[in-house]
């Protein structure tokens, strides 16, 4: 019998992709009306204002002649999203059959390689070998970010050299707010090369109006999906442990919503309706206690609770001490490393507001550290380093152990955390992901060969098949809006939480109750790729439930 690895088959998948794609479009001007959000014209003079874009199919011969070769660079930015690759193949197959003297350059370690001029000719070879694979090691990403006149002077310096027609940048809301800036930047001088966006992070928070879902964030959620699954399986055979399972997606709870959808889990924890009702970390082990008390009552001390790593910055009291801490930490940003590691929590402490300073220091030792750590070159607390989950495991014990003396719980309570993040970023993409990366990618070359700048390339329509996806073009400046970052408002590309009104919270609401009376656990099993379509090509429970699905 013969073997053969996975990863070595999938190289030879080919994605699907909408029949739009599979030769060179007419890029259109949309009619489609889109409500601009005046205030940012203002930061945004050259490039605001842009149209939607839409490519059509092309039946005209005479336009696919004579183009001359083009030359395109690309990073990745920011975390890692599974699918990254296909971006780039797909970005690669369109400029190559666009004219085969057309060159791609990957900037390596994300912006930073950019702005180090750390480069390297993707050609078929590198190409080929990464098709359908997680990861980002083609050309590896990092988070330096691109906003100063130094950095754009730098990154065109670079890009003159590389005589680049095209600046391709794969990232998140941050990273697209960047190209969107360096895109003005062109076009307020002149420098006529062209920055396109493309919208990627497991988060699912870079969505709105014109963007349906980020790429990584199928796969990634099937990836948690089924380790919860297994878990609640092995949680209902053995039928004595509380398991706690953390889940990444640094501030919206997209991933955790999406994984109860798939899981039904007895509890599932969502920061955006803590924030929306105000409630307290001792509001939600209350209510944790009311479920793992009546479970017991039915004879079930076992059970599995979901909750999303950024759920601190949205508890209000926590939400209050970060930004105090966030203030505290960039002020004295010069000193701190002077301060012993003993006497830093009382350090800081002294420097906080009264009702802050006494939170903090009535946290456990472990969690005020974290909460204390470098943030991110975006200012970003480093959530994923935050045991959250230790935190409300330690609380809820003492809360049952309260309960116990009053008589009102005679249960075990044995508890297990978890924490699933940097397993899901870089797994081999879904079906779905393999397909909506690739004609991401492809959507970008063509927006590019097509000499447009400052949009991101959008592909719609994604419950459909895909030879029914629609791509397009979005102007990067209508998906901002004006927020405060460092003490200034600054236009920046709005992240999406949970819409605690939206179709996928409210079927949530409906049935939480009945998953956390009983057993309604889901197991949904590993990701596939051989096999029928309704279970290997399918998408998220989020994006049907989003189309009344
Ligand atoms: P992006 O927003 O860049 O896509 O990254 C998202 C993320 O995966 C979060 O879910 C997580 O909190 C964070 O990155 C972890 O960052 P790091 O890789 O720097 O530890």
Redesign the pocket.
Known sequence: MSYIRLDNLRKHYTPQIPKVLESLPRVEVSTNYAPIEESVSAFFPATFGLPLLELKENFSSEELSAPSPLNVGVLL?????PGGHNVIAGIFDALKSYHPASSLFGFLMGPGGLLKNQVRELTADVINAYRNSGGFDMIG?D?TKLEKKEDFDTALKVAHGLKLHALIII?????NTNAALLAEYCKAIGDPLRVIGCP????G??KNAWIEA?F?FDTCAKVYGELIGNIQRDCYSSRKYWHFIKL???SASH?TLECALMTQPNVAIISEEIAAHNRSLGDIVSQLADVVVMRSERGMDFGSVLIP??LVEFVPKMRLLIAELNKVLAENAHKLHLVKRTQILNYLAGKLSEESASFFLSLPKEMAYQLSMER?PHG?V????IEIEELIVTMLKKELEKRRKKGEYKGNFSALTHFF??EG?CSMPSNFDASYCYSLGRTASYLAIAGHSGYMAAVRNLVNHPSEWQPAGIPLTLMMHLEERKGALKAVIKKSLVDIEGAPFRYFRKHRHEWAEGISYHYPGPIQYFGPSAVCDNTTITLRLENHL
């Open positions: 930015s920011g975390g890692q999203a990403s988070r990232g998140g809301d941050d990273s990627k992070t497991i988060d928070d870079l980020s990584g990444m997606g640094r991933l790593e950024g991110d970003n480093q959530v994923s380093r993040g940097y970023r």
